[in-house]
């Protein structure tokens, strides 16, 4: 399953970098990737897994870059 978000509000290519090497390593992710310049956000991964693999993705983005808003795209 692939799921794209919108990561509103993204103003570090830095930590888009951070945000995608955290989100490749949790369980259940085939692929993530961010793009900065448009500010998504694509995540492939098993679907039974997913619920929890968003709960934690977001997690990750507030922690990383806190203002930012991950948006279902």
């Known amino acids: 399953m692939k799921k794209k ?3 509103e509000g ?3 290519a830095d930590c888009a970098a951070k945000i ?3 989100v490749n390593k949790l369980d259940g992710v ?3 990737t961010v793009n900065f310049m448009t500010q998504k956000l694509v995540i492939e991964g ?3 897994k997913m619920p929890t693999i968003m709960q934690e993705a ?3 983005v507030k922690k990383i870059e806190p203002g930012t808003v991950m ?3």
């Open 5 to 7: 978000f919108i990561l």
């Open 10 to 12: 993204l103003d570090c």
């Open 20 to 22: 995608e090497h955290a």
């Open 30 to 32: 085939k692929e993530a």
């Open 46 to 48: 098993e679907d039974e």
């Open 58 to 60: 977001e997690k990750i």
């Open 71 to 73: 948006k279902k795209a």
